[in-house]
């Protein structure tokens, strides 16, 4: 059976997207466009969990304290040591990115249950040392992040760091997606459904968790960093379960297992709360119950149910031109043993 | 003739809509003929949401008050009243909205500090005034910026009634410190820390408590074995609850001296389950009495009127002195009303009326912190003793 | 100092977290599933007492058996409604549902509840009882009696009776119990109503000696977690022993070591169990190789 050709329009549609994106500025007044900050921020930071959780089914609580490492990373870099912030962007990715390797190494070999714990008691000993470690992070003080420099640009506006954010969204969303057309994208999907059989067919099991972990922490440093420039001031009470919550909110409304999930679970995790600003209330009674609601009744989440409508293409986890490659391989080797 | 009439028509029409919108853009946001919004924000939801209406209420109250009487020079005072549930980045949001989407003059809000803090750069950027309603951390309000003011006490500052107290207890050389691990209490520590030595004091050990935490058993027992004749209890009601029932029951006399966290004594007394836990305790205060005395009684009234249902609290009260003197100061500038105006009035208010406040109100060009003095009270049986700066026996 | 007072108050508060981790082992022993909402039924327990108490005003054992009657049903319903339809499903995905009910949970409570911290009246007379030179608040003594009484209930229920024979043959093979003639779903539910009742038995317990609030049961779930991982996921004497020693623990660093250092033991305890001997001092389940 060939690939559907997906329509003419559907092949330009993520283009298209992205360049209507940014015309979002002209359109919005500042409180708008802090939203619309927040909605991008989120997005990436869902991605990095959609990574761990969605394609790679590994049940960790750990990505807020991630984000946290990663916001604390870039506002200590830039505020306190100087650092440009084009260079303590990468470096709060990077810097989380390694904390999350090593954090994952003993976890290899624990069952699910237990990764679960362990990483929950991670999170709660990263927020412990944010608040405690007072010499590095302030403690409860906190740390702001204000108009750093960017190449040159002062960044202080929240147009300027729309562009900003929505450039490294950009680049981490076609990150992404080449990561999980490759090998490692369907090493992630084959240990989710089986670690037994992934075993089996020759794939590494413990390196495919560790770059996992270490991707999705990525994501969430990154991130964390650009919710540091976004806000302008982090405290460690923002990067606990509650964040998590919100977190898990986003993969598991937006779609587990799809990008464009993410993003669609992070505008709605983002802008109902302000659009409802005054059922306040309720909102944590509403996200709970949404969560089981889906998780029960519609696992795909809402990407799941576009799938299902043709708005959103189902996901291939290979390059494009695989079938053709294929069977190129094979008519070569059938014209090799022919020529025996 | 006609064509060059046809020809100015379009340019002329262009020009009168630009001047109108000129015209318009001249106009101080946030005022018009009949009314002045004045924007406020608080934790009105989430596990914080204690600190939210109890405290704006008392200044709406307030400003209820000024609008049965007339107004301002004609004008009403009407409140947009946005929730941050004590998160900075919802605070942030809060402000932003405030500020660009309904538009008010100026903005009297903010309970807690850590949103206040992350907002504090949109009043600057804008322009717009702001007043503290509770929040007391050091940052907001130094360095001091000319839009930023406050009447309420900084954190730092209720450290040198606590240590002023301290110092006048007879026979008192030792003391120790409980505290939560967080800025509130930690900014309160470390001004004590700096000043207790020229008071002749000797600090002998600091612990601390977490928040939230429901057992203090460690706690007491080492300041038990540390030999402090007073403890200073730096800690939120709830815990400094906690703290002065298990003080009692391992048999830690005290006194206590606490914040103004713990203004609200008789709310402490009713968490303590145990009036004799509070036998030695004082807190710090910023308001003149409790709710329930006569010389409060003007304060209590309003609260009575406009909000019949709540429950009556000091934490009515803490907002009122900010209230009073925004609604002092937009009367002196009178009927052309502007946002930098309004500035220069709050720069000139003297000895202002501070509502159920213990201080007079004063603000400088160079200075925005309006009010620098606390007493602390103590509860003897079911009332509350205004004991005052310096210690004195009040047990009957 | 006193470490004779430091130790008692560590069991007392040890014995709660006993409770913790065996609400957390009866579940995982039959389904393999952690529920994370535990903290949340903890919560529910501690709130439905509060509510008898202060109130309705009840009595005090009255308030007892009603929450732990009510939670026990809540519990059973839950499992009725949410997780009867997903017990076959994997893991992840039962435990992604605990963890939206544990949310929402927490939220229904913060709308009658949540713009406060409450503090229980004490039940006993406020006088401690001191004998020998050691100090102990008679909450604390009961609390470690309904503990140490509720656990050894469990672990002779598994051992002898023929429910707790099917529920330790529920966990270990799903389909095989089935095949056998166990009613797999009645051992669901007597399982969740269970442990919803030792969550309540928790909470009431503790309300008197701890702040009431919605967001009171993380705390709990995390030490009962830490108890139940020290003493084994799948051992109910190990989930005693585990509870006290986290609570010994706990008290002998604030007191001994530092204060800064007493609330975070608990997570230093969970992260060097799993990686040095996961299966805790009584378990027996094998790490899983592949």
């Known amino acids: 059976m060939r690939d559907p050709v997906p329509p003419a329009w559907r092949r330009y549609a993520e283009p298209v997207f992205l360049f209507a994106l940014l015309f979002v500025p002209l359109l919005t007044d500042k409180y708008t466009q802090y939203v619309c900050n927040l909605v991008l921020v989120y997005a990436l930071v869902g991605i990095g969990l959609n990574l761990l959780l969605g394609y790679a089914g590994q ?15 870039a506002a ?77 640009w002062r960044i202080g506006s929240d147009n300027t760091k729309y562009f900003v954010l929505l450039a490294v969204a950009a680049i981490m969303y076609l990150f992404a997606k080449r990561i999980l057309q490759s090998k490692i994208g369907r090493a992630f999907v084959a240990i989710r459904e089986n670690e037994i059989v992934a075993q089996c ?90 969560l089981m609601l889906f998780i029960l009744f519609m696992p795909s989440g809402i990407a799941g149910l576009l799938r299902k409508y043709g708005l959103l293409p189902r996901e291939i986890l290979a390059a494009p031109g695989w079938r053709e490659q294929a069977a190129e391989r094979r008519h070569a080797g059938a014209s090799a043993k022919a020529a025996e | 003739m006609k064509a060059i009439v046809h020809h100015i028509r379009k340019p002329a029409i262009a020009m009168a809509v630009l001047a109108c919108a000129a015209g318009a853009a001249f106009a101080e946001p946030g005022v018009t003929a009949t009314t002045i919004k004045i924007g406020m924000f608080g934790p009105l939801t989430g596990a914080t949401s204690v600190y939210g209406y109890p405290i704006n209420n008392g200044a709406i109250a307030v400003y209820n008050e000024v609008n049965a009487k007339g107004g301002i020079n004609g004008r009403k005072i009407e409140i947009v009243h946005e929730d941050d549930g004590c998160d900075p980045a919802k605070t942030r949001a809060a402000v932003k909205k405030l500020i660009h989407r309904d538009e008010v003059f100026m903005i009297h809000g903010g309970n807690c500090s850590a949103g206040v803090f992350a907002a504090r750069e949109e009043f600057i950027e804008n322009k717009v005034p702001f007043m503290v309603m509770a929040a007391t951390m050091d940052k907001i309000s130094s360095p001091m910026d000319r839009y930023i003011f406050t009447t309420t006490l900084p954190g730092s500052r209720d450290s040198g009634v606590i240590l002023n107290f301290l110092k006048s207890i007879p026979n008192v050389k030792k003391f120790a410190i409980i505290k939560h691990p967080d800025e509130w209490a930690e900014a309160k520590a470390s001004e004590i820390v700096k000043n207790y030595k020229e008071a002749g004091l000797e600090l002998v050990t600091t612990v601390e408590l977490e928040r939230k935490a429901s057992d203090a058993t460690a706690q007491v027992l080492r300041l038990q074995s540390s030999g402090a004749d007073v403890i200073a209890t730096l800690l939120y009601p709830p815990e400094a609850a906690v703290f002065l029932r298990d003080a009692l029951k391992y048999g830690l006399k005290g006194p206590f001296l606490g914040t103004v966290g713990t203004t609200d004594i008789k709310d402490l007394a009713e968490r303590a389950g145990n009036p004799a836990a509070l036998a030695n305790f004082y807190t710090a205060s910023f308001l003149k009495q409790g709710p329930d005395h006569p010389d409060m009684k003007e304060f209590s009234d309003l609260m009575r009127k406009y909000f019949p249902n709540d429950r009556l609290t000091s934490l009515n009260f803490y907002g009122m002195s900010g209230a009073y003197t925004i609604v002092d100061a937009l009367k002196r500038v009178g009927k052309d009303l502007t946002r930098e105006k309004v500035i220069a009035a709050l720069e000139q208010t003297k000895d202002g009326f501070a509502g159920p406040g213990a201080c007079k109100v004063n603000f400088t060009p160079q200075t925005r912190v309006g009010c620098l003095e606390g007493t602390m009270w103590k509860l003897v049986g079911d009332k509350i003793v205004n004991v005052g700066p310096t210690y004195r026996d009040v047990s009957n | 100092m006193d470490i004779a007072t430091l130790l008692l108050a560590g069991i007392a508060k040890g014995s709660l977290y006993a409770l913790a981790a065996l609400a957390l082992v009866l579940i995982y022993k039959t389904q393999d599933v952690v529920n994370f909402a535990f903290g949340e039924i903890f919560m529910f327990g501690a709130f439905s007492g509060y509510i008898s108490l202060k109130i309705l005003t009840l009595p005090y054992w009255l308030s007892f058996v009603l929450a732990v009657v009510t939670i026990g049903f809540f519990g059973a319903l839950i499992e009725r409604v949410a997780f009867r339809r997903v017990a076959h499903m994997p893991h992840l995905t039962l435990a992604m549902v605990t963890v939206g009910l544990s949310f929402a949970m927490k939220g229904a409570a913060r709308i009658p509840f949540g713009s406060d911290i409450y503090t229980f009246p004490p039940i006993f007379p406020d006088e401690p009882i001191r004998m020998a030179g050691v100090v102990v608040a008679p909450q604390g003594l009961a609390t470690i009696v309904v503990a140490v009484a ?105 007191g001994l070591v530092s204060t800064a250092f007493q609330d975070v033991s608990a997570f230093f305890i969970i992260m060097l169990v799993l990686f040095l001997k996961p299966d805790g001092l009584f378990g027996v389940r094998a790490m899983s190789r592949v």
């Open chain 3, 150 to 254: 509720v656990t050894g209930a469990f672990f002779l229920f598994f051992r002898r009776s023929s429910l707790g024979k099917q529920m330790r043959a529920t966990q270990q093979n799903m389909t095989g119990a089935r095949l056998v003639g166990v009613n797999v779903n009645k051992v669901f539910s007597v399982t969740w109503a269970l442990s919803a009742a030792v969550g309540a038995v928790a909470g009431v317990l503790a309300a008197p000696s701890v702040l009431v609030y919605p967001d009171m049961g993380v705390t709990f779930l995390l030490k009962g977690f830490a108890a139940a991982v020290l003493g084994g996921l799948d051992s109910v004497p190990g989930a005693i022993v585990g509870g006290f020693l986290v609570g010994i623990i706990e008290m002998l660093v604030g």
């Open chain 1, 59 to 73: 049940f960790a609580f750990a990505h807020a304290a991630f984000m946290g490492i990663g916001a604390y990373s």
């Open chain 1, 201 to 290: 067919n020759g794939i590494d099991v413990a390196r495919t968790k560790t770059i996992a972990f270490a991707l999705s922490a990525f994501y969430a440093g990154i991130g964390g960093a650009l919710f540091a420039l976004t806000l302008g001031f982090i405290v460690p009470d923002g990067f606990g379960l509650g964040q998590i919550a919100l977190h898990f909110s986003i993969v598991v409304i937006g779609g587990l297992a799809s990008l464009p999930g993410s993003l669609i679970g992070a505008v709605l995790v983002t802008i109902l709360p302000e659009a409802l600003r005054g059922l306040q209330g309720v909102q944590e009674l509403v996200y709970g119950l949404t």
């Open chain 1, 76 to 152: 200590l870099l830039t505020t306190r040591l100087g650092v440009p912030f084009w260079i303590s962007l990468p470096a709060a990715g990077a810097i989380a990115m390694i904390i999350g390797a090593i954090a994952v190494l003993p976890a290899l070999r624990m069952k699910r249950v237990y990764l679960a714990l362990a990483t929950i008691a991670f999170a709660e000993l990263v927020t412990w040392g944010l608040v405690h470690w007072k010499a590095v992070t302030l403690g409860t003080d906190g740390v702001d992040l204000k108009a750093p420099y960017f190449f040159g």
